[in-house]
């Protein structure tokens, strides 16, 4: 059975950082993607930052270019997420989401397997 765990999430001010992790078990996804999606109240899902293992390729959205950063490491079968200068408009709940197929896939719907999200909340 594939899991994916996140973890890091908690309440920090503006300004401030957080470090994202997600620990996939169950299928190595060291040659496919895994990627950070984000969905405030009453928003829709959003794609934040996905990276491709086959090439190292990521994607950022533009409301967290220069301040987020994803990372991972295939051996662990770990995504990671570094959250710098957090603003207000950064609270959401965070989920990781991974597929076996490589390439930078931006939309939700193309993602197989999903972690249980994890709150982040900046107060301002």
């Known amino acids: 059975q594939v899991q994916l765990v996140e973890s890091g999430g908690g309440l920090v001010q503006a300004g401030g950082s957080l470090r994202l992790s997600c620990a996939a078990s169950?299928?190595?996804?060291?040659?496919?993607?895994m990627g950070w999606f984000r969905e405030a109240p009453g928003k829709e899902r959003d794609v934040v930052a996905v990276?491709?293992?086959?090439?190292?390729?990521?994607y950022y959205a533009d409301s967290v270019k220069g301040r987020f950063t994803i990372s991972g490491d295939t051996a662990k079968n770990t995504v990671y997420l570094q959250l710098n200068s957090l603003k207000a408009e950064d609270t959401a709940v965070y989920s990781c989401?991974?597929?076996?197929?490589?390439?930078?896939?931006?939309?939700?719907?193309?993602?197989?397997?999903w972690g249980q999200g994890t709150q982040v909340t900046v107060s301002s």
């Open positions: 169950g299928r190595s996804f060291s040659s496919g993607t």
């Open positions: 989401a991974a597929k076996s197929d490589r390439g930078l896939i931006l939309s939700a719907a193309n993602y197989g397997y």
């Open positions: 990276i491709s293992w086959s090439d190292g390729s990521t």
